[in-house]
Nanobody, 115 residues
Framework: QVQLVESGGGLVQAGGSLRLSCAAS????????MGWYRQAPGKLRELVAN???????TYADSVKGRFTISRDDAKNMASLQMNSLKPEDTADYYC?????????WGRGTQVTVSS
């Protein structure tokens, strides 16, 4: 079983930056994919970005050029650097990992971008 702890959310003005971190712990050898999803009020949860074990990445079109995902396999951590934040980035952000084909979720961290 994998436990995930997110940190780094908060309130920021439009144009500002935040960095989210996700630490994974538990009994596993390798994390296949690490990623971030978000869910805004009244909307479905959507993929923001993920990074695979070969360090290839996928980004939602809405965040390309503004967000950067990275991972540190030695620490079992993933980070999401969010720059040029917009009010529409306001959401609960959830860390997600895939280990041995099984998906685990963090509890989420709130990001609020004021205009």
């Amino acid at each position: 079983q994998v436990q995930l702890v997110e940190s780094g959310g908060g309130l920021v003005q439009a144009g500002g930056s935040l960095r989210l971190s996700c630490a994974a712990s538990g009994s596993f050898f390798t994390i296949n994919t690490m990623g971030w999803y978000r869910q805004a009020p009244g909307k479905l949860r959507e993929l923001v970005a993920n990074i695979r074990s070969d360090y290839s990445t996928t980004y939602a079109d809405s965040v390309k050029g503004r967000f950067t995902i990275s991972r540190d396999d030695a620490k079992n951590m993933a980070s999401l650097q969010m720059n040029s934040l917009k009010p529409e980035d306001t959401a609960d952000y959830y860390c997600n990992v895939v280990v041995d084909g099984r998906m685990s979720w963090g509890r989420g961290t709130q990001v609020t971008v004021s205009s």
